[in-house]
């Protein structure tokens, strides 16, 4: 998932990142994943077993909050930035990595994550507020009920 010279050229804390695993091939990768459910996950296009596109494609496929992926490959060829575009994912990053760029990466994704977390946290707020509403509504009527009914 993650080279090594990539985890010790970054201070990920920064980016308000840790690293919480490593694999060696792609099925050990998905199966982490699945277990650890990162945020954020760095991969390579080329991995034993299982590919960098088709981790993607699976992680996407089995979890309801998939990571952001962010494509690390000596790989030039369009067709696999197009198919890993169409998987979503927040960049592709040609080998040799350039430091300057995988920062601008990581401060984009680390905002989009915050951005989506205070969005996910507003609208949790906002549905125990609507039935907050309904339950007060609902005991408002039954408590008002004698007074929507004329006495005759």
């Not at 927040?90 to 401060?107: A, G, M, N, R, S």
Request: with cysteine; proline share 3%.
């Amino acid at each position: 998932m993650l080279e090594r010279g990539i985890k010790t050229l970054i201070d990920w804390e920064t980016y308000g990142f840790s690293i919480c695993g490593e694999a060696d091939n792609g099925e050990d990768a998905l199966a982490d994943i699945q277990q650890l459910k990162p945020e954020l996950v760095l991969t390579d296009i080329r991995m034993p077993v299982l590919d960098g596109l088709d981790l993607i494609k699976y992680t996407k496929e089995s979890l309801t909050d998939s990571p952001y992926f962010i494509v690390i490959s000596g790989y030039t060829d369009f067709k696999y930035a197009q198919r890993a575009l169409r998987y979503g994912v927040k960049d592709f990053i040609l080998k040799p990595v350039d430091q300057e760029e995988i920062h601008q990466t990581l401060d984009r994704v680390a905002t989009t994550i915050r951005r989506d977390y205070e969005s996910r946290h507003l609208q949790d707020k906002m549905e125990v507020m609507t039935e907050v509403k309904k339950i007060l509504f609902d005991e408002s009527c039954k408590s008002n009920k004698d007074l929507l009914h004329p006495f005759f």
